[in-house]
């Protein structure tokens, strides 16, 4: 509405009022003989252009974007993260232990040992170039008498999963006024946004100031149920209040408002993406983009459900297409069957398995570590 104010016409002679209403007749219609002749000329003055380095709004998103504060109680302290592996350690599951049982007690070793052997790291999910590679150091352990058969398993899968590789998330220290935003990517179901508020609760136990950007738009309540997240760990949520909303422009504006706030990492939970829809993952490219126009990604992490096994090999392989991959989360390692997935990721993709789910708990998300990883498979 215009502001609008009296105006005193008391001083004019005559017919005060028949004179007030011709005028503003008249007033009426220059003002539209003007406007037709604007149109007609094409002489219209241009809209504002805006700032052409920022994401256009689109016209699901406009005006939807919401910023979710914690309120009430105190947040949760999360646990430790030093040691978190280690006292979980027996979750990882020792049925590959158990199937090497006999093999670890052998005294000789003839063919049908090696093929024991060989049968429990191929259903392990180790995947045959790596199991491949890993019998050829166990047999010349044994064979020279350098190792005992339990050791010679022990040493060569801990050297196959490389060990000295950075494992650590490449952010600043907390602080540090560098934002260092992280994007999270994965197919629905493996525990992606689940992922997320785990790994917030890592972020502020280390320290860190967190906000999360709520870009899984296409999921019925993942907003909801990251939302929820931020609330018991105490981080700002950056959310559409609707579904189907642009992921991009939920990226940008929680990447911008942690900028602002000098937050030190914003975590971005992106749709659960099939691999086979070409244009979502056009569409996380993008997300990656926009961001990258606030400050650069540090992090990408693929979310893997471990017990997939050797399909989770393809999807890390198109969401590697799509972005360029820094690290794993490997979830629902906790029983499994199929740890070998870790071996055959990091051969396949060249990229570490930084954390890993060990259970359901809200700090059951645990920094990776090989000794402690494959003392628990051999923990039969």
């Not at 890390?316 to 690290?327: C, H, I, N, Q, S």
């Amino acid at each position: 509405m215009w502001d609008t104010e009296t105006v005193d016409v008391s001083w004019i002679p005559g017919n005060a009022d028949g004179i007030v209403v011709a005028l503003v007749a008249l007033l009426a219609v220059a003002g539209g003989w003007w406007g037709v002749r604007s149109r007609r000329s094409g002489k219209d003055q241009p809209p504002p252009r805006g700032d052409l380095g920022a994401p256009p709004p689109s016209s699901a998103t406009a005006d939807i974007l919401v910023e979710t504060r914690p309120q009430g109680p105190t947040a949760e302290v999360p646990e430790d993260v030093s040691s978190r592996f280690e006292r979980r350690r027996s979750r990882v599951g020792g049925a590959f232990g158990a199937r090497l049982a006999s093999f670890f007690g052998r005294s000789d070793f003839d063919g049908s040992a090696w093929d024991e052997l060989e049968e429990a790291l191929l259903t392990a999910d180790v995947g045959s170039t790596m199991t491949e590679r890993i019998l050829a150091a166990v047999r010349a352990r044994v064979q020279s008498g350098e190792s005992s058969p339990r050791d010679a398993v022990r040493e060569a899968l801990v050297e196959a999963m490389d060990p000295d590789a950075d494992r650590s998330l490449a952010l600043g220290a907390p602080g540090d006024g560098n934002l260092a935003p992280v994007l999270v990517v994965g197919v629905n179901g493996v525990g992606k946004t689940t992922t997320v508020g785990k790994l917030a609760r890592v972020l502020v136990a280390e320290g860190h100031t967190v906000v999360l950007g709520a870009a899984d738009t296409f999921r019925a309540a993942a907003a909801d149920q990251l939302e929820t997240w931020g609330t018991r760990v105490g981080v700002v949520t950056v959310r559409a209040d609707k579904e189907g909303a642009d992921p991009a422009s939920v990226a940008f504006e929680a990447a911008h408002r942690a900028q602002a706030d000098g937050v030190d990492v914003v975590l971005v939970d992106t749709a659960g993406r099939l691999q086979n829809k070409a244009g979502l993952m056009d569409q996380l490219g993008k997300v990656a983009r926009v961001v990258e126009k606030v400050a650069p990604v540090r992090e990408t992490l693929l979310v893997l459900d471990a017990t997939t096994g050797q399909n989770g090999l393809v999807q890390a392989r198109v969401f590697a297409e799509a972005v360029p991959l820094t690290g794993v989360v490997l979830t629902k390692m906790d029983g499994t069957a199929k740890g070998g997935i870790v071996l055959a990721v990091q051969n396949s993709l060249g990229v570490p398995v930084k954390f890993v789910g060990l259970g359901e708990g809200v700090d059951d998300l645990a920094p990776f570590d090989v000794e402690s990883f494959v003392d628990g498979l051999l923990d039969g």
